[in-house]
């Protein structure tokens, strides 16, 4: 596998289930990101972590909680999503959280809470 | 205000033309600007980083950044039906504390339709 991968591709969850995504990235990078897709929004950083550290928490609610046990992989555990929840999960990564680094896209995740 | 602010669009050219894709940010500190393009049903993939003002060119994209009236642009030349797309413009700001941490914010894109 190269470049970044995420799984699941589509995701379909009650609000009172508990789920996860998983970003894996290939590059040896060691700054991960997710973001958030929705439809006629901006696409919309919520978690930057850096050599396993999260460094960036954009208000993002507290019913989504991100892991990052090395600096390969990240998940977004999920848990009584709001049907507004539904959208694209991206995940990214780039070689350093810096002001000059280029940060590559995985597949993303279209999650559908009903 | 929005931070990153681009025109929607639709964007319509006929194949073989230039088709001209602008961007306003708010913050004057902005350092580094980038331009995604965005199949759809796909993620955003790199076509331009810029970091100072002036041109920049790769192939048939070229980015032009002003930093005073803080504008970036992307120019496509010869554009192709296969360059039909969102096109995503982003922008790295200072936080508080002044540094970035990598904290890109993304501009609504804008829909470019080249058509045959």
């Known amino acids: 596998e190269t470049g970044v991968t995420q799984t699941p591709r589509h995701l379909v969850m009650g609000m009172t289930n508990k789920k996860s995504l998983k970003c894996e990235q290939h590059?040896?990078?060691?700054?991960m990101y997710w973001y958030k897709q929705s439809a006629k929004k901006p696409l919309e950083l919520m978690f930057v972590?850096?050599?396993?550290?999260?460094?960036e928490n954009n208000s993002v609610p507290s019913r989504f909680s991100p892991e990052c046990p090395n600096s390969s992989h990240l998940f977004l555990h999920l848990h009584t999503l709001q049907p507004e929840d539904s959208a694209l999960y991206l995940c990214?990564?780039?070689?350093?959280?810096?002001?000059?680094?280029?940060?590559?896209f995985g597949p993303g995740t279209r999650l559908l809470v009903l | 205000q929005k931070e990153v602010e681009q025109n929607s669009g639709p964007l319509s050219v006929p194949e073989g033309a230039i088709a001209s894709l602008n961007c306003t940010y708010s913050?004057?500190?902005?350092?580094?600007f980038f331009w995604y393009r965005q199949y759809s049903g796909k993620s955003p993939e790199l076509i331009m980083s810029i970091y100072s003002n002036g041109d920049k060119e790769d192939g048939r994209f070229t980015a032009q950044l002003n930093k005073a009236s803080q504008y970036v642009s992307l120019l496509i030349r010869d554009s192709q039906p296969s360059d039909s797309a969102t096109y995503l413009c982003?922008?790295?700001?200072?936080?508080?504390?002044?540094?970035?941490?990598?904290?890109?914010?993304f501009g609504q894109g804008t829909i470019l339709t080249v058509h045959p």
């Open positions: 972590y850096n050599f396993k550290e999260q460094t």
């Open positions: 982003a922008v790295i700001m200072f936080n508080a504390g002044g540094t970035s941490y990598g904290k890109l914010t």
């Open positions: 990214a990564s780039s070689l350093l959280a810096g002001l000059e680094e280029t940060q590559y």
């Open positions: 913050d004057r500190g902005s350092q580094s």
């Open positions: 590059l040896g990078h060691n700054a």
